[in-house]
């Protein structure tokens, strides 16, 4: 009986004992010791997990960086060809746009038929203004045809072989096309020089001349057909001493940028050559 | 039979020339690809072809151009001989002497046709001609220069070895 009330007695005690730790644990009365007891532990686990992590990742490394490079290889390749996607598709579109324009051009003037071509190279000479396209008689292309874009005229055909022909621009100094200024109802020459610059000459002194004027081809001579816009006018130099005005013109043409161009097929040019009277000794 | 290099060598060169140098313009001027490589090839040591193939470029190269073969072959024929003249003066400075057939041949090139051209009829102020045409012209064949010589010497390599090589 004695004993039952002494271990009786002895439990009470620890459980009040535990109890009471237990109460000024949770009060804050042991934060100080905890810290630091926990601190320990914390910083012992700290140190023994970033080494552990360092010597996990050296010995991961070489496999993880061979797959990471394949991975990047691949990566590479793909954004490449990607990019060369894009090249493409973006080259696309400009012809695209550049023969929407076409064909717009060529609904509008229903009554010339067209061939298309593509220009791909130009005169190695720098003095002369002429381009290489790559349709010729196999194209029924043939010497002295028109050729023009949806912006404007841009020469005639020069030379043919069977799969490409020579055009000559119409910024070409050994070319003149007769024309037609709009506004002033007037037909004057274009001229075209060694820089790529036009001109009109022959302008009437009479003719009322303005900046902005549109100019056409008259059709006169034979060389071009009628109507087809070559530019406008810039600047006119007028003097009264002389017996026509002149004026530089801005083409409508940008012949930097020709990558397409129409050529009009069912426009025969008359030679006039043997018309023009030649001096006799 | 390795001087057969020339067919496609001269060939891509036109084509090059047509497609790709004549679009990289200064003022109005642009490259003349075939007039430096005939430069370059004829100042080399041991190269005896020159003249053959400044033949051959002028006849190529007329295809694509509108002025006649025999301005180019009178041009280009011009610069080997300026070349090969040089090449016996200035031989212990083969660069100086590429930059002095390159501006010279060129000028030469440029005046040939230029008189062509004039005589036709044509009208061409001969200073535009010489401010918008030939003095870029002549700058940027004189940077087409250093490349080019660099080129041509290897490819004299492999067609003359020399006879230690042999």
């Known amino acids: 009986m004695k004993d039952l009330l002494s271990r009786t007695l002895q439990t009470s005690i620890i459980f009040l004992v535990v109890g009471g730790i237990l109460v000024l644990a949770f009060g804050g009365f042991f934060s100080s010791a905890s810290n630091q007891l926990t601190g320990g532990f914390v910083s012992a686990q700290t140190w023994f997990a970033t080494r552990y992590q360092a010597i996990q990742q050296f010995l991961a490394a070489p496999r993880d960086i061979a797959t990471l490079r394949t991975r990047n290889t691949e990566l590479e390749a793909q954004v490449a060809q990607l990019q060369a996607q894009v090249i493409n598709l973006q080259q696309a579109v400009n012809q695209t746009q550049i023969l929407s324009a076409l064909v717009n051009f060529s609904r509008t003037n229903p009554e010339n038929s067209y061939v298309a071509a593509s220009v791909i190279g130009r005169d190695p000479s720098p003095f002369l203004h002429y381009v290489i396209i790559n349709q010729g008689s196999n194209g029924g292309i043939q010497r002295g045809m028109p050729v023009v874009t949806s912006d404007g005229l841009v020469g005639r055909v020069d030379a043919v072989i069977a799969d490409a022909a020579r055009v000559q621009l119409i910024t070409d100094p050994a070319s003149s096309v007769n024309v037609h200024l709009k506004n002033a109802n007037t037909d004057a020459m274009l001229q075209g020089s060694v820089t790529g610059d036009l001109s009109l000459d022959l302008i009437s002194q009479d003719a009322t001349v303005e900046p902005g004027d549109l100019i056409l081809t008259s059709g006169l001579g034979g060389g071009f057909p009628p109507d087809l816009i070559v530019g406008q006018v810039v600047n006119i130099h007028k003097l009264p001493a002389e017996l026509f005005q002149q004026a530089t013109v801005q083409p409508s043409v940008d012949f930097s940028r020709l990558q397409i161009v129409l050529i009009i097929t069912n426009f025969q040019s008359v030679d006039v050559t043997p018309l023009i009277p030649t001096t006799t000794p | ?166």
Do not use: K
Request: hydrophobic share 60%.
């Open chain 2, 1 to 166: 039979m390795r001087n057969a290099i020339a067919l496609p060598l001269l060939g891509l060169a036109v084509i090059l020339q047509s497609a790709i140098v004549s679009q990289f313009s200064l003022l109005s001027g642009y490259a003349d690809l075939l007039l430096v490589i005939l430069a370059a090839w004829a100042l080399q040591e041991g190269v005896t072809t020159a003249f053959h193939w400044a033949f051959l470029a002028s006849i190529m190269v007329s295809f694509a151009s509108h002025l006649p073969w025999f301005i180019y072959l009178l041009g280009y024929c011009g610069v080997v001989f300026l070349a090969l003249a040089l090449q016996r003066r200035v031989w212990q400075a083969p660069l100086l002497a590429m930059f002095s057939v390159t501006f010279l041949g060129t000028l030469f090139m440029h005046l040939l046709s230029f008189a062509y051209l004039r005589l036709s009829g044509d009208n061409l102020p001969f200073s535009d001609s010489m401010g918008s045409i030939t003095l870029p012209s002549i700058l940027l064949n004189l940077l087409l220069a250093i490349p080019i010589f660099g080129m041509m010497r290897d490819l004299a390599h492999w067609v003359f070895p020399s006879m230690e090589e042999r």
